[in-house]
């Protein structure tokens, strides 16, 4: 491998995995992330990867699988999606709260009812209390490296913590583009085997995964909060040996285009940022002082960085695929935590629906009249009418 | 049972006085050696044995999921192979609930894929951690607290899943049924299971003083009781085919005095009494 491909977001990934050599992988076939498991179930078999693939019959057993595998002290991996990734919800604190740095590949997708197979990002937004870090790419180019640096921040000493790198279904996991493959010695000199001392060991045997009462539990969930936290600085750390090895750099937890002197910002994640950075420029064309803040990391949550992005702004909305009924989106509730910046939320893509250039500009078009609140695209009522 | 291992792997656990399935755990630690690596999913087995600081195990243990004792038991086998470990057994100690309800898919996926590992039920015949709830292993008649004593309904209405039988179905390479009143033979066929490579099966009767409403002292009794009446028959299944390992031809007056020494069978009607000696008989001929 090595070299420029045209590839889809899965197939980049999948090699982004291959690369990254894990020696158990246990997953669970639905759409839309299949390919990421077929393309892999192919590398084991045509021995490209050297790897035990574990065909489970469930999602709980894929992560429950992944899991034990993690405690014999080995690079693991696991993917799904949507029905998948809350059928193995009880696993996801598990996998955190034991500290078993699993990678995981989640295809963004709606979550039924009503049923539904593309792209939004329900189903990963409702489990930021997991303890996992959650990445979300916006391009084949960055999935596949995050397949890579996704391992690297997993398992580092000071983190040892599951990862979940998301892809929104469809709009990336299956759209084509041209990306860079680097080179197998490079990935290896990047990523080195993962060793620890924390895994089942026969002349110092552990108990793993244990209780812990009241007088406990809280010093536990403390370290796992910090070691969280340490993720900002693992990030860094791994972006800048990335950019030393490929070439390639990242910006952190957060990527910000335009918004040192902008006056209006989306604050967006995943693959709609593209989008998103179109209209900017078209409105900064036309002199209006646009900008677009992409999360990168939901977990840890990038509040310095949204906070002095957003300070000196007019107004900014925050553009996400996901509804927490009753409430708001989950990124404008956080994302509110954190800035005095005038925010609304804007609640589109659901289910696959499409989100047109002409839907950003008339975001900025009501950031600049003020409009606020919380609005779903597409859909004229305003939610105050519809509850009355 | 002289050439048992004289290490002791799980001690100092907080079960109760006379608690079969403590018993069943040690005896099959000792059998398995310092190289069995054990998982435990929820059930009272994790829970008397891994409360931080107090850890029970002297070799690796884990708990796992409820429903997920065989899956996990499938990613150690797969990590330690990968870590390039030989000559361990990957170990799983569930309930009957963890077991017989909601572990039975994880459980069913993994003789499917003839994992190696070896998955052994303590059965109990009720969710014990939880407070006696009845499970599809408790037996015809048995009151639990989801089963209550009444005059309607006299306890549990219906009969034990064919746990043996279903794991067996799957094709798996060995099972075995074996009861802690019988440890000679459970050993026999721990030891026959370790030596096979593939899915393995033990389902071991583990009476529970606390739910059965028996004495401390009577444990050991009553599972080879169990055994000894027709109720329990001691079994195994290899290479495809069926075999009774210890043969007990039912007797109603046995069973009769079984059922009465039990708290949780106290309340059965002479009816419900025939009920069970029939339905003994009957499985008996079946055999
Ligand atoms: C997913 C899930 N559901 C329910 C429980 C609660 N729970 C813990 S142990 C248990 C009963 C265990 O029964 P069994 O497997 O027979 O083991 P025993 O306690 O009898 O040894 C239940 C219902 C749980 N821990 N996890
Ligand atoms: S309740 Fe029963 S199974 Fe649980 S520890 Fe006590 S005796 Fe053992
Ligand atoms: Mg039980």
Redesign the pocket.
């Known amino acids: 491998m090595s070299g420029r491909e045209f590839l889809s977001g899965n197939d980049a990934f999948a090699i982004g995995v291959c690369l990254a050599r894990p020696r158990v992988i246990s997953a669970y076939p639905i759409t839309p992330q299949t390919v990421v498991v077929e393309r892999l179930s192919e590398m084991a078999e045509n021995g490209s990867l050297d790897v035990d693939f574990i065909h489970v019959e469930s999602e709980h057993s894929a992560l429950s699988c992944a899991i034990g595998a993690s405690a014999a002290g080995v690079r693991t991996f696991t993917a799904t999606s949507s029905q998948g990734l809350l059928y193995m919800a009880e696993c996801l604190p598990y996998a955190s709260g034991g500290r078993f740095p699993i990678v995981m590949m989640n295809a963004n997708r709606s979550i039924a009812l009503p049923w539904n197979i593309y792209g939004d990002q329900s189903d990963s937004l409702s489990q930021l209390a997991s303890g996992w870090i959650q990445a979300y790419a916006q391009d084949a180019q960055e999935a596949l490296d995050l397949a890579l640096m996704s391992f690297y921040i997993a398992e580092h000493p000071k983190v040892s913590t599951p990862y979940m790198v998301n892809l929104d279904g469809f709009h990336l996991t299956h759209t084509y583009e041209v990306v860079d493959i680097p080179d197998d010695s490079l990935a290896d000199e990047f990523l080195p085997p993962y060793r620890t001392d924390a895994g089942i060991d026969f002349n110092a045997p552990k108990n793993m995964a244990f209780s812990a009462g009241p007088g406990h539990n809280a010093a536990f969930k403390y370290r796992q909060h910090a070691a969280m936290l340490r993720v900002r600085d693992v990030v860094t750390e791994a972006e800048a040996r990335f950019a030393g090895i490929f070439g390639r750099r990242y910006s952190g937890l957060t990527e910000a285009y335009m918004t040192g002197d902008a006056d209006y910002i989306i604050v967006t994640l995943g693959a709609v940022s593209g989008l998103c950075r179109d209209a900017a420029d078209a409105l900064r064309a036309r002199g209006v002082k646009a900008g677009v803040l992409r999360i990168r990391y939901m977990r840890p949550f990038p509040g310095d960085e949204i906070a002095r992005e957003l300070r000196g702004a007019k107004a900014a909305a925050v553009l996400e695929k996901d509804i927490s009924v009753g409430n708001a989106g989950a990124v404008f509730t956080e994302t509110a935590g954190v800035t005095d910046t005038p925010l609304s939320n804007y609640i589109g893509g659901l289910g696959g629906e499409d989100i047109a250039e002409a839907d950003i500009l008339e975001i900025f078009d009501d950031l600049r009249a003020g409009r606020g609140g919380v609005r779903f695209l597409g859909i004229k009522e305003r939610i105050d009418e519809e509850s009355r | 049972m002289k050439n048992l291992d004289k290490n002791e792997y799980f001690f100092g656990h907080k ?2 006085a ?5 018993l069943a755990v040690r005896i099959a630690l000792k059998t398995l050696g310092e190289r069995a690596v054990a998982v435990l999913p929820a059930g ?1 087995m994790s829970a ?1 044995g891994f409360n931080f600081p107090q850890l029970a195990f002297a070799n690796n243990a884990i708990i796992s999921t409820f429903a997920g004792t065989a899956s996990m038991l499938t990613g150690i086998v797969s990590g330690l192979r990968a870590r390039g470990e030989t000559g361990f057994t990957a170990v799983g100690f569930a309930g009957d609930g963890g077991t017989a309800d909601i572990g039975i898919q994880a459980l069913s996926g993994a003789i499917d894929r003839n994992d190696d590992i070896l998955y052994i039920c303590y059965d ?1 015949e009720a969710y ?2 939880t407070g006696v709830q009845k499970s599809s292993l408790t037996p015809f008649g048995a009151r639990t607290t989801t089963t209550p004593a009444g005059d309607r309904i006299r306890g549990n209405i219906r009969e034990k899943k064919r746990m043996f039988e279903i794991v067996a179905a799957h094709g798996i390479s060995y099972a075995a049924t074996a009861s802690v009143g019988y440890l000679r033979d459970y050993v026999e066929k721990i030891r026959k299971a370790a030596a096979v490579r593939g899915a393995k099966y033990i389902h071991v009767l ?1 009476p ?4 059965w409403g028996t004495g401390a002292d009577e444990t050991v009794e009553l599972a080879a009781e169990a055994v000894d009446c027709g109720l329990f028959p001691l079994r195994e299944f290899s290479d495809g085919k069926f075999r009774v390992t210890i043969r007990r031809t039912p007797n109603a007056g046995a069973i009769r005095a079984h059922l009465a020494r039990q708290g949780r069978f106290r309340h059965l009607t002479e009816e419900d009494i025939e009920h069970v000696i029939s339905l003994t008989a009957a499985r008996s001929n079946h055999l």
């Open positions: 079960a109760c006379g608690c079969g399935g403590a009272c008397v109990n014990m951690n583990a529970c003083p606390t739910g």
